[in-house]
Nanobody, 122 residues
Framework: QVQLVESGGGLVQAGGSLTLSCAAS????????MAWFRQAPGKEREFVSA????????YYRDSVKGRFTISRDNTKNTVYLTMNSLKPEDTARYYC???????????????WGRGTQVTVSS
């Protein structure tokens, strides 16, 4: 079983930066792909970014490419999402997720955190 706890959300002005963290517990963390999803009010949850268990492969939705960076530290059981040049449309609740990378990439990870709110003001 993997438990995920996100942190680092908050209120930031457009153009600003935030780094989200997701602390994981469980022995399988280092073998799991990790991802960030987000859900804005009234919208469906959407994939944001993912990283393979080695950290060698990363994936991003088009709208965040060049602005967001996903990384992980397997010694700390933590995955990060560094978000730069934030836009009001990035406002959402951000969720950390974990599972085998193929399962993550089809949007069906089996483990989810409770999320952290990111609000970008214009």
């Amino acid at each position: 079983q993997v438990q995920l706890v996100e942190s680092g959300g908050g209120l930031v002005q457009a153009g600003g930066s935030l780094t989200l963290s997701c602390a994981a517990s469980g022995r399988t963390f280092s073998t799991y792909g990790m991802a960030w999803f987000r859900q804005a009010p009234g919208k469906e949850r959407e994939f944001v970014s993912a990283i393979s268990w080695t950290g060698n492969s990363t994936y991003y939705r088009d709208s965040v490419k060049g602005r967001f960076t996903i990384s992980r530290d397997n010694t700390k059981n933590t995955v990060y999402l560094t978000m730069n040049s934030l836009k009001p449309e990035d406002t959402a609740r951000y969720y950390c997720a974990a599972d085998h990378i193929r399962t993550v990439l089809v949007g069906r990870p089996g483990h989810w955190g409770r999320g952290t709110q990111v609000t970008v003001s214009s």
